[in-house]
């Protein structure tokens, strides 16, 4: 005979704010197959315990028929079938900075010497016969996000192969993002042509309520806003979309008889495919 019986020493409680939780103990008798152990704990335990949600369980085959269960509650609600978790990363990145945005002071110099434009280059020096413009180690703004869909049954074939074919490309299309994370209101993001790269994505199978094979799906963007009206070393207006690359090409230019490193023109170059991203975000 298949029997539940919960524990001396059962509902341990951590009692909170943040983090209330329950744990219910219980030992099962006469079940050699997981599956009777499965089903005897499911139809025994409650959903909600002191009001807290359940969580998960584990079992712990003793031997001889014998398993050890714990139930877990806790104040945070299960992932449920279409729900969307939504993460970002601002973390800056580091570049080599090298023509300053403006001057703060200055120059400076001895009194009688004369200044020498280095054409907002920064830390321009030289090596040999050779003027480099080295410039500067800043942080720059990074905006990163990832969605993490709980999805059952997904077309597997086409819809990978679709992820895959799609992975280091960026959006040819205007795009506003809503994303139904549960919380009111919706999250709406809003992006130009150019300014997002598709990542990747991971996928696992996994089984989450009562059992239904489910696949969790993560996929991950960064974010590059377009840029306008840039100037370089006296090269004005120049335009640039979010993921293309921009790179200098210099002269040399005499400056009160020292030669320095002059910008010779700016070249912004798509380095990225481009394609439609608006089938990659759930709905």
Same mark, same amino acid.
């Given at each position: 005979?298949?029997?539940?019986?919960?524990?001396?020493?059962? @509902?341990?409680?951590?009692?909170? =704010?943040?983090?209330?939780?329950?744990?219910?103990?219980?030992?099962?008798?006469?079940?050699?197959?997981?599956? =009777?152990?499965?089903?005897?704990?499911?139809?025994?335990?409650?959903?909600? &315990?002191?009001?807290?949600?359940?969580?998960?369980?584990?079992?712990?085959?003793?031997?001889?028929?014998?398993?050890?269960?714990?139930?877990?509650?806790? %104040?945070?609600?299960? @992932?449920?079938?279409?729900?969307?978790?939504?993460? #970002?990363?601002?973390?800056?990145?580091?570049?080599?900075?090298?023509?300053?945005?403006?001057?703060?002071?200055?120059? &400076?110099?001895?009194?009688?010497?004369? =200044?020498?434009?280095?054409?907002?280059?920064?830390?321009?020096?030289?090596?040999?016969?050779?003027?480099?413009?080295?410039?500067?180690?800043?942080?720059?703004?990074?905006?990163?996000?990832?969605?993490?869909?709980?999805?059952?049954?997904?077309?597997?074939?086409?819809?990978?192969?679709?992820?895959?074919?799609?992975?280091?490309?960026?959006?040819?299309?205007?795009? $506003?993002?809503?994303?139904?994370?549960?919380l009111p209101p919706p999250l709406t993001i809003d992006v130009k $042509?150019?300014?997002?790269?598709?990542?990747?994505? $991971?996928?696992?199978?996994?089984?989450?309520?009562?059992?239904?094979? $489910?696949?969790?799906?993560?996929? @991950?963007w960064e974010f590059s806003p377009n840029q306008v009206g840039l100037?370089?070393?006296?090269?004005?207006?120049?335009?640039?979309?979010?993921?293309?690359?921009?790179?200098?090409? &210099?002269?040399?230019?005499?400056?009160?008889?020292? #030669?320095?490193?002059?910008?010779?023109?700016?070249?912004?170059?798509? =380095?990225? %495919?481009?394609?439609?991203?608006?089938?990659?975000?759930?709905?």
């Amino acid at each position: 005979m298949t029997a539940i019986i919960e524990l001396v020493g059962s @509902r341990e409680k951590t009692v909170g =704010v943040e983090n209330p939780s329950v744990t219910l103990r219980y030992t099962v008798a006469g079940a050699t197959d997981d599956a =009777v152990v499965d089903a005897l704990v499911q139809a025994t335990v409650p959903a909600f &315990y002191n009001g807290l949600p359940f969580q998960s369980y584990h079992a712990t085959d003793q031997g001889n028929g014998v398993w050890s269960v714990e139930v877990a509650y806790g %104040r945070r609600a299960p @992932r449920s079938l279409g729900s969307i978790k939504f993460a #970002f990363d601002t973390t800056g990145e580091k570049i080599k900075q090298k023509y300053s945005l403006a001057t703060a002071s200055g120059p &400076y110099v001895p009194a009688g010497a004369a =200044v020498i434009d280095f054409k907002g280059g920064i830390n321009v020096k030289k090596s040999g016969e050779k003027t480099e413009v080295e410039g500067v180690e800043i942080t720059i703004p990074k905006f990163a996000f990832t969605l993490e869909t709980i999805t059952t049954n997904p077309p597997l074939g086409s819809f990978v192969n679709n992820l895959f074919l799609k992975t280091g490309t960026v959006n040819s299309d205007d795009l $506003t993002i809503t994303v139904n994370t549960g919380l009111p209101p919706p999250l709406t993001i809003d992006v130009k $042509t150019g300014e997002l790269l598709f990542v990747g994505a $991971t996928g696992q199978e996994q089984a989450v309520e009562n059992g239904i094979p $489910t696949f969790q799906i993560t996929q @991950r963007w960064e974010f590059s806003p377009n840029q306008v009206g840039l100037t370089i070393g006296g090269i004005t207006d120049i335009v640039k979309r979010g993921w293309d690359y921009l790179w200098v090409s &210099y002269e040399p230019e005499v400056s009160n008889n020292k #030669f320095v490193q002059k910008p010779r023109q700016v070249n912004v170059d798509q =380095v990225y %495919r481009m394609t439609s991203h608006a089938d990659l975000f759930p709905s």
